[in-house]
């Protein structure tokens, strides 16, 4: 059986997206020859954490796909999913059937971008479902399905590996008994963990672990993938990718047309905040939180921040070819003449700090409308008259 040290290999060559640092530590991982018993990847929505984390388990026990190993694999099977000693979990909500996961790990075996989170895409049928399921480890899950996963000897691998996806969301009886696991492991066991926050996880979970961060991806990458990998036309790749917020595996599903829609209703969105059209402001924050799930309304929030910088960069230089949306040429000349006084950038701050509270599901008809009330004051050069320690002071009739 190969050593890992004789090992040659670019990891992740075949898929994974950027990322060179984290790329080049897990490759120095395996060079060593000192492997850990748990890694925990750690990074922003989209920026590929469970991609990294199955291109290394594949790596761990020599299959050929993710990364191109050529003679060097010393496993006959074809990906992680065919392999008896990968094992790979997902948070779940509260009733979940077996062909349902089943199905979700076909399409992550398909492509390790493939979103299969179950509070990001609610349903495998219905791409424009909008509920929003709670998913999470239970410790009734724990007890029956991974920890027993854990005690498995290698059948055909060097390793045992278990794959927890999203472990922010273990309640904390499973992540006190899960801890358990991680305090006294056996000897051919790994863990690869992955979170978007890091910062909720018990830090001795955290201590436990080697950490690999990885971080949002540039615009460059996202529209080189977009182009190479999933077969967009240039134009459409390039404009999802200054949209996309780093974000490349939810942007694979938009779709550019309907994200232009989306702009259209974005700008007018912009002139509702400044003539204060209650109607229409009401109309569309519950327009966008009926129809788009939280990805989709972050989408918003991300055009909208690119949006607002145009208008920056163009009030500073003038430049068309400087800007993302220069088909919007005129509209933006006509705002920045028009509302010389705008505090821009205090604008595309009050959009980053909806972001937080729309995925922590505080209802998008909220956030979106105190934005806008925000907006109002900012479009006058003036500051919001909502405090930022009270954001849901966002109707003119509200009263303590």
Same mark, same amino acid.
């Given at each position: ?5 004789? +090992? ?76 008896? &000693? ?21 399409? +992550? ?64 009886? !499973? ?40 971080? !949002? ?7 080189? !993938? ?83 910088? &145009? ?18 040429? *005129? ?7 028009? +509302? ?5 950038? *205090? ?23 105190? +934005? !806008? ?14 405090? *930022? ?12």
């Amino acid at each position: 059986m190969t050593s890992y040290k004789n +090992l040659t290999f670019e990891f992740g060559n075949r898929r994974l997206v950027g990322q060179q640092f984290a790329r080049e530590q897990i490759k120095r991982t395996i060079k060593s020859g000192r492997i850990g018993h748990a890694y925990l990847f750690s990074g922003p929505p989209g920026s590929g954490k469970t991609a990294f984390a199955l291109a290394f388990a594949e790596l761990l026990n020599g299959v050929d796909n993710i990364t191109d190993l050529g003679e060097q694999a010393f496993s006959k099977k074809s990906s992680w999913f065919t392999h008896p &000693d990968i094992h790979v979990f997902l948070p779940v909500p509260t009733s979940v059937s077996v062909e349902e996961l089943r199905n979700r790990l076909e399409l +992550l075996k398909k492509d390790p971008y493939e979103v299969v989170d179950f509070s990001l895409r609610p349903s495998l049928t219905n791409e424009d479902s909008t509920s929003n399921k709670q998913a999470f480890y239970p410790i009734d899950y724990f007890r029956e399905e991974i920890r027993p996963t854990a005690f498995l000897k290698p059948n055909e691998g060097k390793k045992t590996i278990v794959i927890l996806t999203g472990i922010e969301h273990m309640r904390k009886e !499973a992540a006190n008994a899960f801890l358990k696991l991680l305090e006294e492991p056996s000897e051919n066991l790994i863990f690869l963990l992955t979170t978007n926050h890091s910062e909720s996880l018990l830090p001795t979970i955290i201590s436990r672990c080697q950490h690999i961060q990885l971080s !949002a991806l540039g615009t460059d990458k996202i529209e080189q !993938a977009l182009i190479q990998r999933d077969g967009l036309p240039e134009e459409d790749a390039a404009y999802l990718a200054r949209v996309s917020g780093g974000n490349y595996a939810m942007t694979r599903f938009f779709d550019a047309e309907t994200l232009k829609e989306t702009r259209q209703e974005i700008i007018e969105f912009l002139r509702y905040s400044y003539v204060q059209d209650a109607v229409n402001i009401t109309e569309t924050a519950q327009d966008w939180q009926s129809q788009k799930n939280i990805e989709g309304q972050i989408a918003v929030l991300n055009m909208m921040e690119v949006f607002l910088r &145009d208008l920056l960069v163009y009030r500073s230089t003038q430049q068309k070819s400087l800007i993302t949306n220069a088909n919007k040429i *005129d509209v933006i000349k006509n705002f920045c003449s028009t +509302l010389s006084d705008a505090r821009l950038e *205090d604008m595309i701050a009050q959009v980053n700090n909806c972001k937080p509270f729309i995925y922590q599901n505080v209802q998008g008809k909220l956030v979106f409308t105190s +934005l !806008a009330l925000r907006f109002s004051s900012l479009m006058r050069g003036n500051d919001p008259f909502i405090a *930022d320690d009270n954001p849901w002071e966002h109707l003119p009739a509200y009263t303590n």
